[in-house]
C-alpha cells in the first residue's frame, strides 16, 4: 500500500505542472501558426507522441500526453484503493480475533483511503485553479475548428469565424520567391504585399514542411511558403487528400495517415515547388482577396 501513497504524491505534486501544461498549450494554441513562424524557417523540433496511453489511444501532442498519463494515474488510484479497501475487508472479516491480523486489516485499508484522498486533493487543486483544467482539453477553442492551407477557422455556435481581427502589424518578406516583387509578377498582383506577408507568418518565406501540422504517423499535412495543407487540397495538378486516410488535418482532428506514399512524396515536392504553393495559395485566397483561412491573418488582419 505504501506504493498507493507513493503514486498520490506524486500526482499530487504533478497537479501543479499540468495545469502549467494545460495554460500553456492555451496560449501556443490562440496564436495559431504565426507565432510559429521562426521555428518553422528553422525547421524546429516537433515532438509528436507514438506511445499510447490505455484508455486514451495516441495523444496529439506533449501536453495532452502529459494529461492523459495524468489522468490515467487517478484512475489507476481510484481502482487500486477500491481492491485494497476490498482486500482489508476481506482480512478484517477473516482475522478471527486475532490482533496481528486486525492492525494489518486496518492498515490497508487506512492507507488506501489516504491515497484516494492524495489523489483527489490533487483533482481539487486543479478545479480550484481553474475548473476547465480538469477537462483535459488541448485547444481552448469552443466549437468546431478546421484547418485549411495550414491555417484555422473555428465555428462557435452556428457561426462561422475565419482568420481574426490583428491589428496589421506583420510584414513582407524582402527577398525570394516570398518577396513583394516577385509576388506581383503572379496571381496575386496588387494584393502581392498582403500575400507577403502571410507567407512570412506561415513559412518565413521558405518552402518547408509544417513544425506544427503533424499527422499521426509523424508526417507533415501542410507544406511548402504557404503551407498549404495537403490533406485537403490538390496541388500541382496532384490530388493529395487521396494520399491520405482518416481525413483532413484539423486543429481537432490529427488522424491523418498517409496511405499512398508514392503520391504524398510527389505532392510534398509539388508542394515546395514555389510557383505550385503560389498557385495553390491563390485559389485558397481568391488571388489574394481574402486571407481568412491562414492563421497567420490572426495577426494581420487582412480581408477575410
Known amino acids: 500500500m505504501k506504493k498507493i501513497l507513493f503514486l498520490s504524491m506524486v500526482f499530487l505534486t504533478s497537479a501543479f505542472f499540468v495545469g502549467q501544461t494545460q495554460e500553456y498549450a492555451a496560449a501556443d494554441t490562440s496564436v495559431a501558426n504565426f507565432e510559429q513562424v521562426e521555428a518553422n524557417a528553422a525547421s524546429s523540433y516537433s515532438y509528436t507522441p507514438m506511445e499510447k496511453i490505455p484508455g486514451f489511444g495516441a495523444p496529439a501532442d506533449f501536453p495532452s500526453y502529459v494529461m492523459a498519463v495524468y489522468k490515467f494515474g487517478l484512475w489507476t488510484i481510484g481502482i487500486s484503493a477500491l481492491l485494497?479497501?476490498?482486500?482489508?475487508?476481506?482480512?478484517y472479516l477473516t482475522s478471527a480475533g486475532n490482533t496481528s491480523q486486525t492492525g494489518k486489516a486496518k492498515g490497508i485499508i487506512t492507507d488506501a483511503i489516504v491515497g484516494l484522498i492524495l489523489a483527489l486533493v490533487s483533482w481539487l487543486l486543479l478545479y480550484t485553479i481553474d475548473p476547465d483544467l480538469v477537462k483535459f482539453k488541448s485547444t481552448t477553442s469552443s466549437g468546431t475548428t478546421t484547418?485549411?492551407?495550414?491555417?484555422?477557422?473555428?465555428?462557435?455556435?452556428?457561426?462561422t469565424t475565419t482568420g481574426g481581427t490583428g491589428?496589421?502589424?506583420c510584414s513582407p518578406v524582402q527577398s525570394g520567391d516570398c518577396s513583394v516583387s516577385n509576388l506581383q509578377n503572379t496571381c496575386f498582383g496588387s494584393?502581392?504585399?498582403?500575400?507577403?506577408?502571410?507567407c512570412k507568418g506561415?513559412?518565413?518565406g521558405n518552402a518547408i514542411p509544417s513544425g506544427t501540422d503533424i499527422c499521426k504517423d509523424g508526417n507533415s499535412a501542410s507544406m511548402g511558403l504557404f503551407q498549404i495543407n495537403m490533406t485537403n487540397h490538390n496541388v500541382g495538378g496532384l490530388n493529395c487528400p487521396s494520399a491520405f486516410s482518416g481525413g483532413a488535418y484539423t486543429a481537432?482532428?490529427?488522424n491523418c495517415t498517409v496511405t499512398n506514399k508514392p503520391l504524398y512524396d510527389q505532392c510534398v515536392t509539388?508542394?515546395?515547388n514555389s510557383t505550385n504553393n503560389i498557385a495553390a495559395a491563390c485559389a485558397i485566397s481568391n488571388n489574394g482577396a481574402k486571407w481568412g483561412q491562414w492563421g497567420a491573418n490572426k495577426t494581420c488582419?487582412?480581408?477575410k
Open 270 to 272: 509539388a508542394a515546395k
Open 202 to 204: 506561415e513559412s518565413g
Open 252 to 254: 481537432d482532428n490529427h
Open 301 to 303: 488582419g487582412f480581408n
Open 147 to 159: 484547418t485549411t492551407g495550414g491555417t484555422t477557422t473555428t465555428t462557435t455556435g452556428g457561426t
Open 84 to 91: 485494497m479497501i476490498t482486500l482489508g475487508g476481506y482480512v
Open 167 to 169: 491589428n496589421g502589424s
Open 191 to 198: 494584393n502581392a504585399t498582403q500575400a507577403s506577408s502571410i
